[in-house]
């Protein structure tokens, strides 16, 4: 995404909802965040569900934050990988690997080693994403990206649910 588009994102943001991903980076939970900003639980569990703005910028924020902390983790990963191969010398690797599933650093599915994975910073993107988790649950198949008008019905179903939540 462009300055200017990450900019337009960030003005399309409330400074309630700034300041609820401040809070939620730091690891507070929906009710202390709503709390804080003066907002119902509702309204911020609302946020993060169903507004993709507000998703982009939380997952942007939260990928700037842990990126140090990521990079840290990355550089035991040898030191982590030495352990696992003593541990399984020596016939007990559960702690290491355990270690390592904690870090994010887990074996995937497909044998490869995973990484640590936040989601997407763009609202766009996780417009197309959740179309298309609709159009696979609803056609059992995806078909080609969605269109425009595709994102903007997904869009309007979110803003729905998120003032039915917001009315609990």
Known sequence: MAKTDKKRQKETLSIEQLNAIDLLVLG????????????????????RLYNPYFQAELNRRRKEVWG????????????ALDTVEKSIDQGDAKTAIQVLRMA????GRDGTLGTYLVGADDPEQILEEITEKKALEERLRVFPPPTDWEKKKTLHEL????????GL
């Open 104 to 107: 994010g650093l887990d074996m």
């Open 159 to 166: 803003e729905e649910l998120a003032r039915k939540l917001e």
């Open 28 to 47: 507070k939970c929906d009710r202390e965040v709503a709390e804080a900003v003066g907002v119902a639980r509702q309204t911020v569990t609302s946020w």
């Open 68 to 79: 140090a902390a990521v990079d840290k983790l990355r550089s035991l990963l040898l030191k």
